[in-house]
Nanobody, 126 residues
Framework: QVQLGESGGGLVQAGGSLRLSCAAS????????MGWFRQAPGKEREFVAA????????YYSDSVKGRFTVSRDNAKNTVYLQMDSLKPEDTAVYYC???????????????????WGQGTQVSVSS
């Protein structure tokens, strides 16, 4: 079993930045591919970004590409999402997720992930 805990959310003005962190415990972190998803009120959960076990490969949705950066520090069992140039449409609850499966083509889909964090709120004002 894996426990995931997100932190770093908050309220910022448009154009500002936040860095989200997700700490993992309960399983060897290097064996987990990690993803970030978000869910706005009244909308379905959507893919944001993902990073491979080694950190050498990253994936981004078109809506955040060029503004967000996902990375991981395996020594700290933590994955990060650096969010720059934030827009009001980025407002959502952000979730980190983990999987032991090795299927690169499936990293953008929610069924691919075995474990989910509780979420952290990100609010961007105009």
């Amino acid at each position: 079993q894996v426990q995931l805990g997100e932190s770093g959310g908050g309220l910022v003005q448009a154009g500002g930045s936040l860095r989200l962190s997700c700490a993992a415990s309960g399983r060897t972190f290097v064996n987990l591919a990690m993803g970030w998803f978000r869910q706005a009120p009244g909308k379905e959960r959507e893919f944001v970004a993902a990073v491979s076990r080694s950190g050498g490969t990253t994936y981004y949705s078109d809506s955040v590409k060029g503004r967000f950066t996902v990375s991981r520090d395996n020594a700290k069992n933590t994955v990060y999402l650096q969010m720059d140039s934030l827009k009001p449409e980025d407002t959502a609850v952000y979730y980190c997720a983990a999987t032991i499966k090795a299927r690169p083509a499936a990293v953008v889909t929610t069924p691919h992930y075995d474990y989910w964090g509780q979420g952290t709120q990100v609010s961007v004002s105009s």
